[in-house]
């Protein structure tokens, strides 16, 4: 987890100017130059949950249609679900503004047109989706989590899959629990690989 304050980037106007500045990462197997800022999630790099959860999850198939990064920062998830499936409409999802003015000058930079940034309100309630891929913002507390999810994991396909990367300090083993006990009769739950201290959990839906 980043140490800004969670408020700086789980909030729809993160404090402080928007200055943006270059940043050399490597995204699905592309080197690429994108946008960070203030303000965000892990503004300085790519951070370790996400990178985990990127070794771990499998590549896209040809077939997705609609695939979701929840709670998106400037993109890196995004992209790569992006640069992977060129296919498929990649949703970028964030309640944080800044972010999303990242997530759609870095689909430019990386010519990715394929993205849309995107509140949650923003997205249409009848799409539905093939992956979801996130690094959910756990320290907003039990109740907002479980309301995201709630929200989210019903809009998996059938047969569709959901990782999450979770930090196992940060409460993986009690997240995979609810998530087993609340999506007992319409999701399958399992715990996935880990790295580096971070555990991704899996959710097919039935």
Same mark, same amino acid.
């Given at each position: 987890?980043?140490?800004?304050?969670?408020?700086?980037?789980?909030?729809?106007?993160?404090?402080?100017?928007?200055?943006? =500045?270059?940043? *050399?990462? @490597?995204? +699905?197997?592309?080197?690429? &130059?994108?946008? !960070?800022?203030?303000? #965000?999630?892990?503004?300085?790099?790519?951070?370790?949950?996400?990178?985990?959860?990127?070794?771990?999850?499998?590549?896209?198939?040809?077939?997705?249609?609609?695939?979701?990064?929840?709670?998106?920062?400037?993109?890196?998830?995004?992209?790569?679900?992006?640069?992977?499936?060129?296919?498929?409409?990649?949703?970028?999802?964030?309640?944080?503004?800044?972010?999303?003015?990242?997530? =759609?000058?870095? *689909?430019? @930079?990386? +010519?990715?047109?394929?993205? &849309?940034?995107? !509140?949650?309100?923003? #997205?249409?309630?009848?799409?539905?989706?093939?992956?979801?891929?996130?690094?959910?913002?756990?320290?907003?507390?039990?109740?907002?989590?479980?309301?995201?999810?709630?929200?989210?994991?019903?809009?998996?396909?059938?047969?569709?899959?959901?990782?999450?990367?979770?930090?196992?300090?940060?409460?993986?083993?009690?997240?995979?629990?609810?998530?087993?006990?609340?999506?007992?009769?319409?999701?399958?739950?399992?715990?996935?690989?880990?790295?580096?201290?971070?555990?991704?959990?899996?959710?097919?839906?039935?």
């Amino acid at each position: 987890m980043s140490d800004e304050p969670v408020e700086h980037y789980f909030s729809a106007s993160p404090a402080g100017d928007f200055v943006a =500045r270059d940043i *050399a990462v @490597r995204l +699905g197997g592309h080197d690429l &130059t994108l946008e !960070t800022a203030g303000g #965000v999630f892990s503004p300085d790099h790519v951070d370790a949950g996400t990178e985990a959860l990127l070794r771990i999850v499998p590549a896209l198939s040809e077939d997705v249609a609609n695939v979701l990064d929840l709670g998106c920062g400037w993109g890196p998830i995004a992209l790569t679900m992006a640069l992977e499936a060129p296919q498929a409409h990649v949703w970028a999802v964030d309640v944080n503004e800044r972010a999303l003015e990242l997530t =759609r000058r870095n *689909a430019g @930079r990386a +010519g990715c047109a394929n993205v &849309t940034a995107a !509140t949650p309100e923003a #997205v249409p309630g009848d799409v539905m989706f093939s992956a979801i891929w996130s690094n959910p913002p756990i320290r907003v507390g039990k109740t907002e989590l479980h309301a995201m999810l709630e929200t989210w994991l019903p809009r998996l396909v059938s047969g569709g899959e959901g990782y999450f990367v979770v930090a196992k300090h940060l409460g993986a083993d009690s997240l995979y629990s609810w998530m087993r006990t609340a999506f007992a009769t319409t999701h399958t739950v399992t715990k996935g690989d880990h790295y580096k201290g971070f555990r991704v959990i899996e959710v097919r839906a039935n």
